[in-house]
């Protein structure tokens, strides 16, 4: 009788195993490796550069590194999907699937002289930090709709740009973003986004235009330190904080030489503020020395 009870047992935990799987309930269901080659690299048939990759999930890819074939400046399209051979953790069976490029990795093109254009894919959400940092040859760059966030220095001190289309949709610019773009001049702030990182526009002295859409909420410390050529800087009523030394350079005038060798004048920025905002009240009485201070102590 206890044999029998036994194999009864045995056979009631099959079935229960196989239905379980059936129900697509493995934990591994997820989880990809790719087995189609040693290394994650995508090449660019048109190019020659070839471009590394990592998993972020099982639909999704985000690239980290790249390699160029090219030392002359030219450019660059990062790709819609990249195709691998995957497979289940633990199962022998593979399958060959597009995967989509929904990120770009911290650093991963950094300092490449060789690059002046991104054309960005349209299924892109994220620019990691400092991800084309110091391009010395990128001039032009237009970011995708589907971007939501720009990352910790990630155009830091690219000496050529010119010109960035930022896109509607976007929410967040991070710390140093585009700090000591040296050529960089009036930037189009889109309405979706609600928070300027500390010194974001740091150092871009070919500024000579800040205009702020509704909507921003915060604006970081030094966020347009030492833009020394702005001349009109247009605030919203959404503002609720404004970092130290954010517009330090225009709050306390601007020093041009005239036409005479060695002497200056201030000059006035103007400052277009909503009455009542705490815009214009931050405008109109500007941090103590004292305030400045005590939030360095804080």
Known sequence: MKKLLALLLAMMM??????????GEDPNDSVVVNIGVEAMTYTDAATGDVYTYDYLNSTSIVITDFTSANYEPHAITIPDTITVVTKKEG?????EMDMTVTAIGDQAFYAMSNISEVNFNSSLTSIGAFAFANCESLDNVVLPASLTEIGQGAFFSCDKLTTITLNNGLTAIGDSAFYSCAV??????????????????SDCIAMTEIVLPEGVKNVGKFAFYNCTAVESVTLPASIEKIGLYSFSTQLRGRQVETEEEGVFETVDVVFNTVEGSYAAEYIANPPTAEDVESEGQA
């Open 14 to 23: 099959l079935v229960t195993a196989v239905a379980c799987t059936d129900m």
């Open 91 to 95: 199962s022998g069976t593979s399958t």
């Open 184 to 201: 960089l001049e009036n930037v189009t702030i889109p309405a979706s986004v609600t928070e300027i990182g500390v010194a974001a526009f």
